[in-house]
Antibody, heavy 119, light 110 residues
């Protein structure tokens, strides 16, 4: 069964750091595009980052230079390193797997992990 | 402000059809055929309903259909049912900006 399980969320002060993890089962993380998508309380979906099967990455302008997506193939796990956190980064963070060969379609999502940035 | 523009809300009666629009630019929706639509019920994870403008993943009802004209994509739901009441999000690929989402549309089934 294909499954994604996020962890690592929590309460952090502005300017702080967190590392989110997404444990993957049922497929190989390195063989697929993997994304992080966030959703602020009561708001819409907001794409954060993608890592391609070849290892290349792309980040949204709002997090560029602060967040880094990566993966550990040996652990079959996706990560999101978040530095210089701001209150507007408060959200539920989902990891998601690409569907088929479509670059923007995500068919499997984790349940999310909550990040709260507040003093 | 979201990169793609959707109406905040739409409504329809059971059995009717509704259409949700998603407007982008020539650099995203108008530049490729990578438009997706997601359904999200309150407290739930998003579900992929349409990919690559008009394709349905297996298991998605054929009451859901997608199309595109120029810089605007559309999701049509026919034969509205109570369980269709949810938030709907469009997304598009931009070669320079990655994945873009619309602000979401709340569908109310009257």
């Amino acid at each position: 069964e294909v499954q994604l399980v996020e962890s690592g969320g929590g309460l952090v002060q502005p300017g702080g750091s967190l590392r989110l993890s997404c444990a993957v089962s049922g497929f190989t993380v390195s063989s697929n595009y993997m994304s992080w998508v966030r959703q602020a309380p009561g708001k819409g979906l907001d794409w954060v980052s993608v890592i391609y099967s070849g290892g290349g990455t792309l980040h949204a302008d709002s997090v560029k230079g602060r967040f880094t997506i990566s993966r550990d193939n040996s652990k079959n796990t996706l990560y999101l390193q978040m530095n210089s956190l701001r209150p507007e980064d408060t959200a539920v963070y989902y990891c998601a797997k690409r569907y088929s060969n479509s670059p923007v379609s995500m068919d499997v999502w984790g349940k999310g992990t909550t990040v709260t940035v507040s003093s | 402000q979201s990169a793609l523009t959707q109406p905040a809300s739409v409504s329809g009666s059971p059995g009717q059809s509704i259409t949700i629009s998603c407007t982008g630019t020539s650099s995203d929706i108008g530049d490729n055929n990578y438009v997706s639509w997601y359904q999200q019920h309150p407290g739930k994870v998003p579900k992929l309903m349409i990919y690559d403008v008009s394709n349905r993943p297996s298991g998605v009802s054929n009451r859901f259909s997608g199309s595109k004209s120029g810089n605007t994509a559309s999701l049509t739901i026919s034969g509205l049912q109570a369980e269709d009441e949810a938030d709907y999000y469009c997304s598009s690929y931009s070669s320079s900006r990655g994945v873009l989402f619309g602000g979401g549309t709340k569908l109310t089934v009257l």
